[in-house]
């Protein structure tokens, strides 16, 4: 009978500008609240960062900027490994073993690739298409038993377990790599942009207006939500009139997970106000909830020596397990030495 492995946690931020509040609400908050379940594992993927054209003299920057919302968020170093992602040459090294035991076609299944390169897919890098199977070398290198994603990456989760499961056929080492499982949903796993209900809350947005960044002032939290798009009709008064209102649905959703509350409480509560009610009262949950992480996301962020001597830590941490499951595997494939 196979023992099943201790739960393991992995994942991790890319350090892009415009860190906002679906990341938050989305990724951070989550990893907080996964500590209680297990070792946590988190990450800064800077390797993942630059499959799309990145200022070197800001990527460091905003490297720091996703460590200060880790800690600010109360991931605690502590308890929980935090590293970048590029400090810990497994994570590369275990890609080019996994790249040579992915297929072609399975990489040319991944909808977000197609979605992120559009017309210009042959203009794109490498490590955008390949990007994947670094994910899956990334968790794998932990032998990380459960991975919280989106909707938008359960896909590329997947690929990770048919490349262990691959692995472990092709190596004849039954269950060397266990499959990863998702953990999917949470308060807010999917915001919206504040200006578009069909388009996720996204970094790369040109509109400022569209997301509530991390390192917004107060005044301009409550600026963005008062200055989101609804429509002309008063709060709905039961829960199925969202699925036709998707703006009214992203204020309701973001409310609910900043309260810790369900939609139909919420829905319950504002049955039939207008907006002049609802979004003061959103802007002043925001700023009693958010303001006091963007505080100290802030101060994290004036102290670099801080963020710094964490991550070299992390990096400690995290290159002593991986290390070794990275040996096994070359030993598995035949390497010699």
Known sequence: MTTK??????SGVQPTANLHLGNY??????FVELQ?????????????????????KMLAAQTREVAAAYLAAGVDPARSIMFVQSCVSAHAELAWILNCVARMGWLERMTQFKDKAGKNAERSSVGLFNYPVLMAADILAYRATHVPVGEDQKQHLELSRDIATRFNADFKVEGFFPLPEPIIGGPAARVMNLQDGSKKMSKSEPADNSRINLTDSKDDLVRKIKKAKTDTLAMPSHIDELKSRPEVDNLIGIYAALAGQTKEQVVTE????GFGLFKPRLAELAVETLGPVMDKMMRYMNDPAQIDAIL???A?????????ILAQTKEAVGFWG
């Open 5 to 10: 492995p201790p739960m393991r946690v992995f």
């Open 25 to 30: 609400l989305g990724a951070i908050k989550r």
């Open 270 to 273: 504002f049955s039939g106000a």
């Open 312 to 314: 070299r830590d992390g």
């Open 316 to 324: 400690v941490r995290a290159h002593a397990i991986a290390q070794p």
């Open 36 to 56: 209680n379940s297990g070792e946590c594992i988190y990450c800064v993927v800077d390797l993942h960062a630059i499959t799309v054209p990145q200022d070197p």
